[in-house]
C-alpha cells in the first residue's frame, strides 16, 4: 500500500489545526477490527495495514493450493414436451337464416355508405346489410332502388343488421322515381331526447326557425322551385314542423337513424295524420353531429331524410336539396374523381342548383343541342347561342356524346353557363357567368338519362 492516511479531525493536509469531531468511526465489515477514526501510533497503523496484507497473502496461498473442481457434466437432455393440448372447442354463434323481400336503399353516409333493405311487408322496417348485395344470376352489384330477394342471417329473431347475405336476386326492375311535376307534402319532425336510465336529455332545435328555412323569403321552397322551374314544389299549406319528444336510449344516443324516426313517428300529435305526407325529415337534437358523423342523411331512393340542428344541416339550403334529392335516386357530385368536391351544385358541397347533366337527369331541362358521329361530323363547325341555365329549362344546356372515341366511350358531358341570378343567386363567384363542362356522376351509365 502507498500513501498516508489521515482519518484524524485534529490535523488536515493543509497543517491547519481544527477542533475534533465528537465521533467518528471507520468499520471493516469483513473482519472483526474496529480502529478509531483517529490514531495517535503511527506504529499502530502500520500494524493495520501490515495484517490486511499478511491476510491477503494467506487467502491468496491457500486458494492456490485447493485442487481444481471436476469438470462438469452435462446434464442429461430432457424428455420431450407433450404438444399442448388443442384450444376448447367454442360452438358457433347460433344464427337464423331469413329470406328477406323488399327495395334495396342507399344511405348516403362517408365515406362508403350503407346498404338497407326495406322489407315489402313493413317499409319502415330496414335491415342493414354488410354491403351493397351482388346478383347470383349476374354476378353484377345489384342497384340501388330495385326489389329483390336475399338470404340474411340474423344472430335472432328481433335483430335487422344482417352478420352476411347470401342468393341475392332482382326480383323486379326498378321504375324511374318521378321528379317533375312533383308537390311535396312534407312532414318536418324536430326531436327533443328526455332523460331516461340509460342516457340524459338533448334539447332540440327551435321550430320557428326550422320552419322559416322552409317557408320563408328565398327558403329551400323557392330554392326547388327556381331550380327546379317549377316541377318540384312544396305544397306550402301542407308543410307541418311539429316538435316531438321521445325518450333517450342507447340506440337514439349512438345516432342509429331508424331509431331515431321510429320514435318521433310514435310520438306525433294525434291530429297528425302521417299518411297524408309525402316526404319525413327528422331534425336531430343538439350535439349529435360528431356521434353521427355527418350532417345530413337520405335514402337513396326513399323518403326519408336526417339532418343536425345547425348551419350544416337543417339551415344549409344545400344540405336540405341533396338529401332530399337523393329521395329521389340522384348521387353526389364529382370533381376530378373525388366525391363531394363539385362546388357548383348542390349534390356536392355548394349552395346552387344542381349541375347541367343532374337538371338532365331530374328532367328539369333539355338540351339545346345533342352532339355525337352523326350529328357533328368530322372537320365542322357549328355555331350555338347558349342561355344561362337559371333561364331554362329548355336549350340550356349542349349534351356532347363522345360516340367516335368507342371503345374509349363512357360517358357523355355537358356544356351549360352558369350566372348568380334566381335559383343559382349562391353560385360561387368562380362559376358565374363561365362556361362549365360536367359529366354524370360514376354511379350513372352512359345509357341510364346521363
Known amino acids: 500500500m502507498s500513501g498516508s492516511i489521515n482519518n484524524c479531525g485534529r490535523w488536515r493536509t493543509d497543517g491547519r489545526h481544527k477542533e475534533p469531531q465528537q465521533q467518528q468511526q471507520l468499520r471493516l465489515r469483513r473482519g472483526s477490527l474496529q480502529l478509531p477514526n483517529c490514531s495517535h501510533s503511527l506504529s499502530l497503523l502500520l500494524l493495520v495495514q501490515l495484517a490486511v496484507l499478511s491476510a491477503t497473502l494467506l487467502t491468496g496461498a491457500n486458494a492456490a493450493k485447493k485442487p481444481p473442481p471436476p469438470p462438469l457434466r452435462k ?38 355508405g350503407k346498404w338497407m333493405l326495406a322489407s315489402a311487408v313493413n317499409i319502415d322496417v330496414k335491415y342493414l346489410l354488410p354491403g351493397q348485395p351482388v346478383d347470383i344470376t349476374t354476378g353484377q352489384p345489384i342497384p340501388a332502388g330495385r326489389w329483390i330477394s ?7 329473431s328481433t335483430a335487422t343488421t344482417c352478420s352476411n347475405i347470401t342468393n341475392a336476386m332482382i326480383n323486379q326492375a326498378a321504375l324511374p322515381v318521378p321528379s317533375t311535376d312533383i308537390t311535396l307534402r312534407v312532414l318536418v319532425m324536430v326531436v327533443n331526447v328526455s332523460a331516461s336510465t340509460q342516457c340524459g336529455s338533448r334539447a332540440g332545435a327551435n321550430v320557428t326557425q326550422v320552419e322559416n328555412a322552409f317557408l320563408g323569403p328565398n327558403g329551400y321552397a323557392d330554392f326547388f322551385g327556381n331550380c327546379s322551374y317549377g316541377k318540384m314544389v ?22 342509429n337513424e331508424d331509431a331515431i324516426s321510429m320514435a318521433a313517428k310514435q310520438a306525433l300529435p294525434a291530429d297528425i295524420q302521417i299518411g297524408s305526407y309525402s316526404h319525413f325529415v327528422f331534425v336531430l337534437p343538439a350535439n349529435m353531429a360528431v356521434t353521427c358523423g355527418w350532417v345530413g342523411l337520405a335514402e337513396l331512393p326513399g323518403t326519408q331524410s336526417w339532418f343536425t340542428p345547425d348551419n350544416l344541416g337543417i ?32 349534390m356536392g358541397s355548394g349552395d346552387s342548383c344542381p349541375s347541367a347533366p343532374e337538371l338532365w337527369r331530374l328532367g328539369w331541362a333539355t338540351p339545346l343541342a345533342q352532339l355525337n358521329s352523326s350529328s357533328f361530323p368530322r372537320a365542322t363547325y357549328n355555331t350555338f347561342n347558349l342561355p344561362a341555365t337559371y333561364l331554362g329549362p329548355t336549350g340550356v344546356m349542349i349534351k356532347i356524346q363522345p360516340d367516335w372515341l368507342d371503345p374509349l366511350y363512357t360517358k357523355n358531358l355537358y356544356l351549360a353557363l352558369r350566372m348568380k341570378a334566381a335559383g343559382d343567386r349562391d353560385l360561387l363567384d368562380q362559376f358565374s357567368g363561365k362556361f362549365l363542362t360536367r359529366s354524370p356522376t360514376p354511379s350513372l351509365s352512359k345509357s341510364v338519362g346521363s
Open 315 to 346: 339551415f344549409s339550403k344545400g344540405t336540405v336539396m341533396q338529401e332530399m334529392l337523393h329521395n329521389f335516386g340522384l348521387y353526389h357530385g364529382w370533381k376530378d374523381g373525388l366525391e363531394y368536391e363539385d362546388y357548383s351544385t348542390a
Open 150 to 156: 336475399l338470404t340474411c342471417f340474423l344472430p335472432n
Open 234 to 255: 312544396f305544397d306550402r299549406q301542407a308543410l307541418k314542423v311539429v316538435p316531438v319528444a321521445v325518450n333517450c336510449s342507447l340506440p337514439i344516443a349512438m345516432c
Open 75 to 112: 446434464p442429461p437432455p430432457s424428455p420431450p414436451k407433450a404438444p399442448p393440448p388443442p384450444p376448447p372447442v367454442v360452438a358457433a354463434a347460433p344464427s337464423i337464416a331469413l329470406i328477406l323481400k323488399g327495395r334495396l336503399q342507399y344511405r348516403t353516409t362517408k365515406p362508403g
